[in-house]
Antibody
């Protein structure tokens, strides 16, 4: 059974940093692209970042480019999101999501999602 | 960036009736090299993560009831729930994965 478990969320002050983690199990992690998608309270879904299976291709939303860094450790079956210079508008539930294949030809859609971790940016 | 729009914003449908949601992309998401539309549909119920319903614009994900169907190509897409059930009350999102940023539509809320 595919499982994605996010951790690392919490309350942080504006300008602060946070590192989110996603522990994956139930599939061959190194074969799949992985993604972060967020949802502000009461709002819609916003794609944040994607990383291909071998980390060759990395993509960011303009809203986080230069502040957030996605990475993965295939040996540890883990996905990360380093978030720096956090702003109030980064407040959201952050979901870790799997894509079915390793890159563009398989499609960066999301077939499995974690339960999410809440990040609150407030003074 | 490809902008995704959805209509309507919300709709109320009687049990057993048809619900239709439209999604439009600001540019084509049909990739000519493989003739695939890079478009997915998701369902999100309150307090839950989204669930994949449809990918490649019309391919139903395993386990999704066949009352859910989708069609369209290029820039115009439709998700249809043929006979609405109580458990289908949710917000539905389309998403393009043709090019980064992999944008979502704003969502359509479906109620009874």
């Amino acid at each position: 059974e595919v499982q994605l478990v996010e951790s690392g969320g919490g309350l942080v002050k504006p300008g602060g940093s946070l590192r989110l983690s996603c522990a994956a199990s139930g599939f061959t992690f190194s074969s799949n692209s992985m993604n972060w998608v967020r949802q502000a309270p009461g709002k819609g879904l916003e794609w944040v970042s994607s990383i291909s299976s071998s980390s060759t291709y990395i993509y960011y939303a303009d809203s986080v480019k230069g502040r957030f860094t996605i990475s993965r450790d295939n040996a540890k079956n883990s996905l990360y999101l380093q978030m720096n210079s956090l702003r109030a508008e980064d407040t959201a539930v952050y979901y870790c999501a799997r894509s079915p294949g390793g890159g563009f030809w398989s499609g960066y859609y999301f077939d499995y999602w974690g339960q999410g971790t809440l990040v609150t940016v407030s003074s | 960036d490809i902008v995704m729009t959805q209509s309507p914003d919300s709709l109320a449908v009687s049990l057993g009736e048809r619900a239709t949601i439209n999604c439009k992309s600001s540019q084509s998401v049909l990739y000519s090299s493989n003739n695939k539309n890079y478009l997915a549909w998701y369902q999100q119920k309150p307090g839950q993560p989204p669930k994949l319903l449809i990918y490649w614009a019309s391919t139903r994900e395993s386990g999704v009831p066949d009352r859910f169907s989708a069609s369209g190509s290029g820039t115009d897409f439709t998700l249809t729930i043929s006979s609405l059930q109580a458990e289908d009350v949710a917000v539905y999102y389309c998403q393009q994965y043709y090019s980064s940023p992999f944008t979502f539509g704003p969502g359509t809320k479906v109620d009874i």
